[in-house]
């Protein structure tokens, strides 16, 4: 018998007034309205109210309807809004671009960070198919993440990938996608795009300076050689040339030992010249192929240094691969043969080299000491331009070493599509 008055918030009061007047005005009005009432204990409660008129003859007769709480719907809306204001706030904030596309693969939402990266309206891209702004030449591998984000939904997709920009050209950039859905049913999907155009800079120029440090060490290096080797046996036959000037008359049967003497000295410091240069420059590279320029390589520091090399290599008889990608496996053996000499210790060493289809591929084996890769000393530049070597060919090196059980360097080179790319001509550089 009490008037609903009496139980709702003064806040309320006045839309619970309109609403009266509604339905007192129209029975059939239904009415559906969001109050505050007053609990028993003065707490203020949310209530969702659904009601409509009641009419006899025509003439109003009362209301009916329910009211629902609505607390907790309320609570997990405030927390909702408050996820989507962060996640906002990150997508916002964030470095990287922030997408999602629907089951088709098409636009639904694309963070404003597409805008400072290429040039682009994020506007504009909702209801797009993701490979409109793909890069053709790499669309295709695309595709093939595509179906495997189909295939398993929960997957995170890693591509890396070029965009289109509003300017025409390709900006370089990392895609990470995750689907949503059940496996072999995707419903949509969203992730991240990130802007590859500083890191490459850096990495760049960090190539260009670990080159310019290689090449310092190999003046080095060279310089080292000559010291220990040539310049000795000159000195050596400078001795023996004075000798000669005095014997030459006083004991001609020993002037002529000492013309013997010479002859080997010489015949020893042209073999060591020769060697060097070699290094420099495989002069029989081109004209007799990489088998040859690795064969004579492989005796030259056996001969040296007593170092066992076995050398294996089949599947070059046919067609050859680019001079670039013989010379990049030869100055890699060489590089691997000079870090076996100086920092392994080892009795023996093993190199297979195959092409087999589009590829040209080294394993070079030693059973030294061995070393952990992922602590090599700071200045030891050899891995570093060995990888960046195989790299700018588009492949790929691969060093797998425990400490005491020997070094084993994979490395895969492609031979089809390499026939363009700069000559890896600098000379070697060694891990000293």
């Known amino acids: 018998g009490r008037h609903f008055g009496t139980i709702v918030h003064e806040g309320s009061m006045d839309r619970a007034g309109a609403a009266w007047g509604s ?124 179906e495997r984000l189909v295939a398993e939904p929960d997957e995170v997709q890693e591509i890396r990938s070029g965009i289109l920009a ?44 670990a080159a310019e440090v290689a090449a310092g060490e190999e003046r080095a290096h060279l310089a080292r050689e000559l010291h220990d080797s040539v310049t000795q046996a000159l000195f050596s036959m400078t001795l023996v040339t004075r000798s000669l000037e005095i014997l030459l008359e006083r004991d001609p049967p020993r002037a002529a030992e000492q013309l013997g003497i010479l002859r ?87 190199i297979v080299v195959v092409q087999d289809g589009e590829h040209l591929r080294m394993t070079l084996q030693d059973d030294g000491v061995g070393f952990d890769p992922t602590r090599v000393p700071a200045g030891h530049l050899g891995l570093a331009g060995m990888r960046a070597r195989a790299e700018r060919l588009g492949g790929s090196l691969v060093v797998d070493s425990t400490p005491g059980q020997g070094t084993t360097i994979h490395l895969g080179l492609p031979v089809g599509s390499s026939a363009d790319a700069p000559a890896a001509s600098s000379p070697v550089v060694s891990d000293g």
């Open 166 to 209: 509003a300017d025409g050209t390709t900006v370089p950039v990392e895609i990470h996608v995750v689907g949503t859905g059940q496996p072999g049913r995707l419903e949509g999907a969203h992730g991240s795009v990130r802007d590859l155009r500083e890191r490459d800079r850096l990495e760049r120029d960090l190539r260009r300076k």
């Open 264 to 350: 080997d000295l010489q015949r020893d410091a042209l073999a060591e010249m020769r060697s060097l240069v070699f290094e420099l420059r495989p002069g029989s590279l081109e004209q007799d192929g990489l088998a040859h320029a690795l064969r004579t390589h492989c005796a030259a520091v056996e001969g040296r240094v007593g170092l066992s090399v076995d050398l294996e290599v089949g599947g070059l008889d046919g067609e050859r691969a680019p001079i670039a990608v013989e010379e990049a496996v030869y100055r890699i053996a060489q590089e691997g043969l000079h870090n076996v000499v100086k920092h392994a210790g080892a009795s023996r060493v093993r």
């Open 23 to 146: 339905v007192r005005g129209d029975p059939s009005v239904e009415i559906s309205e969001r109050l505050e009432l007053v609990s028993r204990d003065g707490r203020l409660v949310p209530f969702e109210i659904r009601a409509s008129g009641d009419s006899r003859d025509g003439v109003f007769a009362g209301i009916h309807g329910s009211a629902r709480d609505i607390t907790e719907r309320q609570r997990l809306l405030h927390e909702l809004g408050e996820s989507e204001a962060r996640y906002r706030y990150l997508v916002s904030a964030s470095p990287d671009v922030v997408f999602a596309v629907d089951a088709d693969g098409r636009f639904t939402f694309v963070s404003e960070r597409i805008r400072d990266i290429a040039g682009l309206d994020p506007g504009s891209l909702r209801g797009r198919h993701y490979t409109d702004l793909l890069d053709p030449v790499i669309r295709q591998g695309a595709h093939g993440a595509w």
